[in-house]
Structure formats: C-alpha cells, structure tokens
C-alpha cells in the first residue's frame, strides 16, 4: 500500500459525459500528479500541483482539467468524455518538488462506452 | 523532451532463473524510477535510484548516470514477478514529472 488513495477504482459512463476522479496524497506530502495509462499512449504525465498551486502541464486535453484543494486531495475532471479517453488514470504523490520518490495510487479505471 | 528506452520489450522464464531488464534515457535525469505493474494494473514502486546501485531483497538496480542508462537485476525468479516493468525518468527540466518508458513485460512460468 503506497498511501495513496483514489476513488473510484471502476467507472463506467457513456461518451460526451463528464466524470471526477478523487486522488488523496500520502500524508504529508504536497505535491500530486496525474498519470494516464493507454494502450496506444503508454503511460503519460498529465499535470502536476504542489500545495495547491499547479507547476507543470503536459500532454493533457482541453477537456480535462484539475484542481487540488487545501486539505491537499486533488481532483481531475474528464468532460465531453469520448471513447479513447478509456484508460487507466493514476494519481501520484511525493513530499516536494523533484528528487523523489512518486508514489502511485491504485488507479481509476475509466471506461467510455 | 526525453527518450526512455527499455529492453527486452517480452521475456519468458522458468522459475529460479535471473534477468537483467535494461532501460536508456537520452538525457541527464533528476530521477528515475523503476516500478512494477502487476496483473491488476498496480503500480509497485521498485526502486529510487538516479545514480549508484541498490538491492532489495532478490532485485537490485545500478544506474551509471553518465553513460544514461539503469538495470534491474531479477535474481531467482518467481511466478508473482510476471507483469510488465517501467522504467520512468525526470528530466532536468525544473520540473518533477516523470516520462516513462513503454516497459517490459516479463511472464515468469512454474
């Protein structure tokens, strides 16, 4: 168990709807990313917050977007979903900024039908 | 941005047998990660290890910063070791994310 927690571990929802996928650090740690596991991508950083503030963006669509929140959980949110959004979406945490281990969550494994 | 290179992409072995999976990044890193998903997609963290060698009980990792490239040793293999293994960097960017590489799957049979 990493600390890292993530809810839901399953979602099944239907193309152009909207989800939120739930990430909570390990404790103490301020920094939190998300990571999207495809079959045709591989795995692919999507954006990094540090204490509330986002730091780094990458490969990530218009349609998602992300927050963390004071208590530090953070939050991602898939809109207009469709089917090639199917992946599995990982949260990661560490204590700072870089020279670190990132420790992964269980993933949220997101179906578009 | 940075290439992270992992080989072999498939291994097979018996039970009790070693392997070395290698991994080549393109560039000088901050970081790098070796992790192991398993069948239900979870990701272990294996190893922290940007520079030098660490072990692990039957896994051990050597990275030689310079030359740009990490090995994972697998020493008496073991049917729960199957799954797919990354190797994941952070480049020195100024910015903590990780770029991984596409893995290798390992099939450990009885």
């Known amino acids: 168990d990493s600390g890292v927690t993530q809810t839901p571990k399953h979602l099944i929802t239907a193309t152009g709807q909207r989800v939120t996928l739930r990430c909570s650090p390990r404790?103490?740690?301020?920094?939190v990313y998300w990571y999207q596991q495809s079959l045709d991508q591989g795995l692919q950083f999507l954006i990094h917050?540090?204490?509330?503030?986002?730091?780094a963006k990458g490969n990530i669509l218009e349609r998602f977007s992300a927050q963390q929140f004071p208590d530090l959980h953070s939050e991602l949110n898939l809109s207009s979903l469709e089917l090639g959004d199917s992946a599995l979406y990982f949260c990661?945490?560490?204590?700072?900024?870089?020279?670190?281990?990132?420790?992964f969550g269980p993933g949220t494994r997101l179906l578009v039908l | 941005g940075i290439q992270v290179e992992q080989s072999p992409p498939d291994l097979i072995l018996q039970e009790g047998a070693n392997s070395t999976l290698r991994c080549n990044f393109s560039d000088s890193v901050n970081n790098l990660q070796w992790f192991h998903q398993n069948p239900w997609g979870q990701l272990i963290n294996l190893f922290y290890i940007p520079s030098g060698t660490k072990q692990n009980g039957r896994l051990s990792a050597t990275t030689v910063a310079t030359e740009r490239y990490s090995l994972l040793y697998i020493s008496s293999s073991q049917t729960t070791d199957s799954g797919v293994y990354f190797c994941?960097?952070?480049?020195?960017?100024?910015?903590?994310?990780?770029?991984f590489g596409k893995g290798t799957m390992l099939l450990v049979s009885p």
């Open positions: 404790s103490g740690d301020l920094s």
């Open positions: 994941a960097v952070d480049p020195n960017s100024g910015y903590s994310t990780l770029t």
């Open positions: 990661a945490s560490s204590a700072g900024l870089g020279k670190e281990t990132q420790y």
């Open positions: 917050y540090y204490n509330g503030e986002e730091r």
